[in-house]
């Protein structure tokens, strides 16, 4: 999986380390930070960053993207690997952050 502005702040590079199957942004000239529906509360401070999937086939978000597309064991070995850094990430002190000069600007 990858991370919105992965490089932008602490919390991707954390949870990966805490074993999450956390990347950089393969796309980032598809501006994916940016367009996400968090975006507004990062442009108020808030270090809000989406967790996507590979498989931005052909037909993505399209009237003909349908269920036989997802890759079900990858998505579970995904999410999976996501559960005990998240578990983490909640019981621990650490306080994602903006990169110096990384923080989206209004």
Known sequence: MWLTG???STLGPELARQGAA???DPHPEQNFFQRSDNYSLALRGVVAQ??????L???Y???????????????????N???KP???LSNSRFRPSWLPGHA???
């Open 6 to 8: 992965f490089e932008r």
């Open 22 to 24: 956390l990347v950089a």
């Open 50 to 55: 989406t967790v996507s999937s590979f498989g």
């Open 57 to 59: 086939h052909s037909d």
């Open 61 to 79: 978000h399209r009237p003909s993207d349908e269920i036989s597309k997802i890759d079900f064991p990858f998505m579970t070995r995904s999410i």
């Open 81 to 83: 690997s996501m559960v």
């Open 86 to 88: 998240i578990q983490w």
């Open 104 to 106: 989206p600007a209004r």
